[in-house]
C-alpha cells in the first residue's frame, strides 16, 4: 500500500546549495508538492567564484537551462582542466586535463601504450601532449566538443567558471517562476516531534512557524538541522587534508581569459585562480597550524594579476562529513554534508550528486529507513573517493621548503588510496574505486604529473609493433595540433558567441 505522499519541503538555506536543489525538486515535482526556501539576508553565503567539473553541464541540460544564457547571466568562462604549479617540487608545472590522451588501443589505455614507447626512447614526448583539452589550454582555444564519431573534435570535455552569487540567484528564479515560494527570515529555533525525534518545524524569528515534511539543510558548515537538531556525528578528516583557513578576494580581471583554473602549491597550502567574464576570484587556501592569518593575507595578494577589487575575506573549515547526512526526515546537501577542500572543484559535483541521490530515493511519508540508508552509502562513497583524490595531491610531494609539506609527506593516508598508488607505481594500472567519481585519466595526470613513474606496464601492449605504434602517436599528435590552430581563441569566442553585461556596481 501507498503511503502518504510527501506534501511540503522546507529547504533551510539558500546559497549555491539551497537553490540547485530547489530547481530540480520544481522542475520535477507536482503542484500537489509545495517547495519552501527559508534564507537569511542576516547569513552571509561561502560562494565567491565557483570552478566546476563538465558534471554541472548535465545537471544544467536536465534543468532545461538555455546554455548561452546561463553562460551570460553568470559571467561564466569555460573550463578545460586544472593548472598545477609548483606541486610536487617547486617549479613543476602539470595539467589535469578533461579527457582523455587519445582512444584505447587493443582495449588498453593510451598511457600504457606511452609507457612502451618512453621505455624505449628516453626522449619520448610529455603524456600530456596526447591530451586535447591539454593542448587547447596550453594555446588558449577553446570551442565546443563536435561530431558523433570519436575523433579529436570531441576527445575532450568542459566544465565552467561562474560567479556563485549570480548562479544561486540564476536558479532561485528558475525555481520560483516554477512555484518555490522563499521566505526571508531568521530561524531561531528547530521543533522536534516528541513522539519520533522527526522535525516537525522551524520557528522564524518573526513567530512564524513553517512545518514540512520534509526538511533540506542547506544552512552551511553550522548545520542547522542536521548537526544541530538531529546530532548526526561529523567525521573529522583534518588529520590528512590538514588545510583549514581560506582567504578570498577578486581582483580585476586581465585581457586574456584562460580556459582553465590555476591552482598554485604555497609554502602551507595553495592559491587558487579562477578567471571570469568580469572579474578573477582568487583565493588561499592554507593550514592556520603553519602560517599566520596575515602571513596567508600577504601571499594572497602578492599572488593576484591584477588590482584587488576588495579587502580578503576569512573563510574557516573543518574536512570531513557528517556520519549520517540522512536523519529521520532530515536530508543534508551542501556544505552542512561536509567539505573536503576546493582544490579539484568538487563542491557543486557532490551537490549534483547529493539532489540526484534525494530524487532517485525520494521518499514518502513513511521514511522508511532503507532509503535514508541507501542514500548515505552513495554519499559515503562519493565523499570518500572524492577525499582519497584530494589528499593524493599532498601526499606524493617531495618538496620539503616547509614544516607543512613535511608533514604531508610523511602522514598516514588510507589504505584505499595507498592501494591506488603502489598499484600504479609498480605496475602502470589505475584502480577506479568510484565509478562514477575521478576517471582513469584524472588519477594518470595527477599520478604522472606528481612525479610518480611506473615500474613496469602491461605487458599485453608488447603484442604490437613498436613502429606502428610510434606511426599512431605521431599521426594523433599532427591531427591534434592542426585541430588546436584552427579554433578560435579562448577570450574571442566568448566575445562572439556568449557576452556576458557589466554587473552593476561592480568596478573593475
Known sequence: ????????????????????????????????????????????????????????????????????????????????????????HVGNRFFHGFGDFGPAIENRSPHMHWLRLAAADKNMRPLEDW????????????????????????????????????????????????????????????ELNPENGFIAAVKLRDGRRIEGDLFVDCSGFRGLLIEGALKAGYDDWSEQLPCNSALAVPCAKVAKLTPFTTSTAKSAGWQWRIPLQHRTGNG??????????????????????????DEPRQLRFTTGRRRKSWVKNCVAIGLSAGFVEPLESTSISLIEFAVGSLIQNFPDCDFRPELANEFNRQLSIRYESVRDFIIMHYKLTKRTDSEFWRYCANMPIPESLQHQIELFRETGRVVVLDPDGFSVPSFISLLIGLGVTPKSYDPFVNHIGLEHLRTHFDRLLDSIGGMVNAMPDHTDYIAHYVPAGPVPGLAV
Not at 295 to 305: F, P
Open 131 to 190: 591530451s586535447v583539452a591539454t593542448v587547447m589550454a596550453r594555446n588558449l582555444r577553446f570551442t565546443p566538443p563536435a561530431g558523433d564519431r570519436p575523433s579529436p573534435t570531441n576527445a575532450f570535455s568542459y566544465g565552467f567558471h561562474f560567479d556563485a552569487g549570480l548562479y544561486a540567484a540564476y536558479l532561485r528564479d528558475y525555481a520560483m517562476q516554477r512555484g518555490v515560494k522563499r521566505i526571508e527570515a531568521m530561524i531561531t529555533e528547530v
Open 284 to 309: 588561499h587556501v592554507y593550514c592556520d597550524g603553519f602560517s599566520t592569518d596575515d602571513e596567508a593575507a600577504r601571499v594572497l595578494l602578492e599572488g593576484l594579476d591584477g588590482r584587488a577589487l
Open 1 to 88: 500500500m501507498s503511503a502518504k505522499p510527501i506534501r511540503k519541503i522546507v529547504i533551510v538555506g539558500g546559497g549555491t546549495a539551497g537553490w540547485m536543489t530547489a530547481a530540480p525538486l520544481s522542475q520535477r515535482l507536482d503542484k500537489a508538492c509545495e517547495v519552501v526556501l527559508i534564507e537569511s539576508p542576516d547569513i552571509g553565503t561561502i560562494g565567491v567564484g565557483e570552478a566546476t567539473l563538465p558534471t554541472i553541464r548535465f545537471y544544467n541540460s536536465a534543468l532545461g537551462l538555455d546554455g548561452a544564457d546561463f553562460i551570460k547571466k553568470t559571467q561564466a568562462t569555460f573550463k578545460l582542466g586544472i593548472e598545477f604549479k609548483d606541486w610536487g
